[in-house]
Structures are given as structure tokens and as C-alpha cells.
């Protein structure tokens, strides 16, 4: 073997573009959480980044009967074949190591995909407007009404890495007929990589599905060219893309459970599910109770219950907390500590680093205290099984339940429930014994992703 050449083990990640899989000279190492290389990412230039947006607008939109059949294929081949030289079981150990993902959590996240891409065709559907026509050949002569339209020819996705599942999102847009260039996360490339090579394999031809790992500044371009973009990221993102039309922020969830003065005694699985579901590490996951009642009570149920958790390898079949390198899981140690020196600390307090001995550590759960509902540290959102319970009341009203991406409310009054559907910054309401995690395809995420990628142009057929 030649002096610098990757072991056989290292997996190459190319470029897929228009004129094929492209691997230059500039390449990011992608370490597992021992600190292990796992795989290289070729990253492209910027000339050659616009260049391959170019080729994407310049594409005609695949026809609709041709995309339905190639996402379903796709589907098939992410979850079963071997591809780009990873077999399905390969591709989930890499990801389950360079993520620090339970296994179990990435192999449900495959079988998530391969669904998602299957039915992608048919779930767009959803949000699609009454009385307005799907295509304009099924319009009638001598009609009136509307048709439903694409926002725009080009979406650029720029995807984070936290979790596999994030990638079933833009699956839709391909169903509409957008052309797509994902930018993959550093820290986990071989899921967008191994969908995008099945979707290539499937039907989809090179300019019209693309994967082009970039620098953050290469990238921030791209989300600047494309018609649309499709941005993940923290509150420092959401901020920098407010007001643009043409961006999509997927941000921070704040998801939460509110547990009314009827829900306390029989919702503990349903919070502790919400906040420890694949490792705490989704922007579903709550990250904060509020109770109509004693707050303590409760808090010491849900930290009784998580510090049963076991610290374990990813890859172990039990494993069911998030892994990261040491210096990593130490850093965010140190975050929770200084967010929480403020409050009451029932679970954590002993500190929240399991090193695993092979240069990894498992982040243990917290549980923590807040002596009111307007609390900031509600606000506070850490990549594992880490929950702010807090009291809260009738007169306090919905304030303290904004900015939530899915809120799961149990034991509370219809007159309650009312309000919170009316409140515009829940995302979304789940009412009775269902976690914050659970999902559906027609019960929308963040919205229907169609709110943001499609809309209705009237027409007049004469």
C-alpha cells in the first residue's frame, strides 16, 4: 500500500453530479466516535458546485409516472441492496458509529426511508389545496379554477446529520418534480449518499438528483443560487435566513408535553417516550414538561425511570443513549451544567459522561427542576434525553407553550385544547397518550413541506 493511501476499510464518499461520481483532490475525514476514520467525503469546489446547479435547472422536471416508479425502487434498494459497496447491514454499523445512534434507532430509521420514498408520490398529496387540480392535463377544456404549480425548478438541501430520518423530507420535492442537490452533513454523509445512489440507480438521471458535499461557505452559495433551499440548523441559522421567501429553516424543536391536572398519573410512559425515543436527539424529542399540579412528583418519576438507561456501545443491541467522542460529551456536560446551575437538578447531578473505553462516552440523561413556567431554560435544547419540568397553570395560559414544534397535551380541558390549536407558533398538537415522537404521513411535520414548495396559479382554460 502507498504512502497515503486510505486503509481498505476507509469508505470512499464521492461527489454525484451531472457527469458522474467526482472525487478530487479535497477530502473530509469522517471519524466515528472512537476517533476512528470511517470514510473520506469529497468535497467539490465552488466552480464546480455552480456549475452542477446549472445542469440541475437546466433539466426538464422527470414526468410524474417516471418519478412515482423510481422513488418506490429507491425505497426498495436503500433498504435491501448493497450500494456503493456498503450492504445494508455495513452502511447502519457506519452510521450507527459515526453518529452515535442506537443501532436499533438507524435500522428503524431505514425502514422510515425506504417508506417514505415508496409512498413519497402519494403523501405529497396531502397537501395539496381542495379545488385545486393536480396537473394541467387534467384540467378540463372551457374550466376555471387552479392548478398546482412548482414554486420555483431548483432545491438545495442543506441536511444535518443528527438523524438518518431528516432525509425522507425532500424525498417530496422530487415526487413534485424538483430538480435536488443535497449537501450532506460531515458528520453523517453515508445516508444521503447511499439514497442518493439508489435514487440514481432507480430512474433518476444525474441532473435531476445530486449529492455535493461543500465548505460551509461553498454551501451558504448554493442556498443563495437555487430557487428554493431547504436550511438545517440552530437559532443563529433561523435567524440569518428570517424574512427570505426562498429559504425553509428547519431549526431547534422545543417540543413538549403539558400534562393537565387529569393526565399526570397516567402519562409517564408517554413522557418518558417523548424524551428518550432514539436517544433524546430529534427536534420531536421533548426537551421540556409543563405540569398542572406539583412539578416535583413528577420529575423525580421521569428521572427514576431514565436513570435506568443503560450507557452502552451503539452498536449494542440494548444500547438506547446517544454516543459521542469524550471531548464531546464533556463539552456538552459543561453546557448543561452552566444552563442548570440556576435550577433544581434531580437527575445528572452526578455528572453525565459514561466513558465507554474506547474513547467514546454515552451522555447520560438529566432531569431538571424549574420553579416557573416562563422559565428560559424551557428553552434549552441538548442533544440527548434531557428534560426541563417546570409547574404551570390556567392563567398562565399558551405563552409558555410557544415556539414548539409538536406538543403533546394530556388531561386537558377541550377549551384548552382549543387554544392551543389556535396558537400559530405550535407546529403541531397531539392530544392523549401520543409521544412527541410519533409521526405520520398525513399528519404534517413542520407543515406540509408543500406549503413552502408548491402553490396554486389560476387558470382560465378557453
Known amino acids: 500500500m502507498a504512502p497515503g493511501e486510505p486503509t481498505p476499510d476507509v469508505v470512499q464518499l464521492d461527489a454525484l453530479a451531472a457527469r458522474g461520481p467526482y472525487r478530487g483532490q479535497l477530502r473530509e475525514p469522517v471519524i466515528d466516535v472512537s476517533g476512528r476514520l470511517q470514510a473520506e467525503l ?11 446547479l446549472g445542469a440541475l435547472r437546466r433539466a426538464a422536471a422527470p414526468p410524474p409516472e417516471r418519478r412515482a416508479r423510481a422513488l418506490a425502487e429507491a425505497g426498495r434498494r436503500f433498504a435491501e441492496d448493497e450500494l456503493a459497496g456498503l450492504t445494508p447491514q455495513e452502511y447502519t454499523h457506519r452510521v450507527c458509529r459515526v453518529s452515535g445512534l442506537p443501532v436499533t434507532a438507524v435500522r428503524s430509521a431505514v425502514g422510515a426511508l425506504a417508506h417514505a420514498a415508496a409512498y413519497a408520490s402519494h403523501t405529497v398529496e396531502y397537501g395539496r389545496p381542495r379545488g385545486v387540480t393536480a396537473r394541467w392535463a387534467d384540467l378540463r377544456p372551457d374550466s376555471v379554477g387552479a392548478v398546482w404549480t412548482r414554486r420555483g425548478r431548483t432545491l438545495v438541501v442543506n441536511a444535518p446529520g443528527n438523524h438518518p430520518a431528516v432525509h425522507a423530507n425532500w424525498l417530496g420535492a422530487l415526487a413534485l418534480g424538483y430538480r435536488v442537490a443535497v449537501r450532506p452533513s460531515r458528520r453523517e454523509p453515508f445516508t444521503p449518499h447511499r439514497l442518493v445512489t439508489a435514487l440514481l440507480a432507480s430512474g433518476f438521471h444525474e441532473d435531476e438528483v445530486m449529492l455535493l458535499p461543500t465548505s460551509h461557505g461553498v454551501a451558504d452559495e448554493l442556498v443563495r443560487e437555487a430557487d428554493l433551499a431547504i436550511v438545517y440548523g440552530g437559532d443563529d441559522t433561523v435567524r440569518r435566513h428570517r424574512g427570505d421567501p426562498r429559504v425553509l429553516t428547519q431549526g431547534p424543536g422545543r417540543s413538549k408535553v403539558l400534562l393537565g391536572r387529569d393526565g399526570v398519573r397516567a402519562a409517564l410512559d408517554t413522557v418518558v417516550d417523548s424524551v428518550a425515543h432514539d436517544g433524546g436527539t430529534a427536534c420531536v424529542n421533548a426537551t421540556a414538561v409543563l405540569v398542572e399540579s406539583d412539578p416535583e412528583p413528577v420529575a423525580r418519576a421521569i428521572a427514576e425511570r431514565l436513570a435506568e438507561l443503560p450507557p452502552l456501545l451503539p452498536q449494542d443491541e440494548r444500547a438506547v443513549l446517544p454516543v459521542y467522542p469524550v471531548a464531546v460529551a464533556r463539552a456538552l456536560e459543561k453546557t448543561f451544567q452552566g444552563h442548570a446551575r440556576s435550577a433544581r437538578t434531580i437527575l445528572g447531578q ?24 416562563d422559565s428560559p431554560l424551557l428553552g434549552v435544547e441538548l442533544p440527548y434525553p434531557c428534560v426541563w419540568v417546570a409547574p404551570w397553570s390556567a392563567s398562565d395560559g399558551t405563552a409558555p407553550l410557544r415556539d414548539t414544534l409538536v406538543l403533546t397535551a394530556v388531561g386537558c380541558s377541550d ?22 415522537r410519533s409521526q405520520s404521513p398525513d399528519v404534517p411535520h413542520d407543515g406540509y413541506l408543500t406549503d413552502f414548495l408548491m402553490r396554486a396559479k389560476g387558470v382560465r382554460r378557453g
Do not use: C, K, M, Y
Not at 469529497?42 to 452542477?52: E, G, K
Not at 455528572?351 to 413556567?373: C, I, M, N, T
Not at 384548552?416 to 409521544?435: R, S
Open 42 to 52: 469529497a468535497l467539490v469546489p465552488s466552480l464546480f458546485a455552480h456549475r452542477a
Open 350 to 373: 452526578e455528572g453525565l459522561v459514561a466513558e465507554l473505553g474506547d474513547g467514546s462516552a454515552a451522555l447520560r440523561p438529566s432531569v431538571v427542576l424549574v420553579d416557573r413556567p
Open 415 to 436: 377549551g384548552l385544547l382549543e387554544q392551543l390549536a389556535d396558537e400559530p407558533t405550535i407546529a403541531t398538537l397531539h392530544t392523549g397518550h401520543h409521544p412527541t
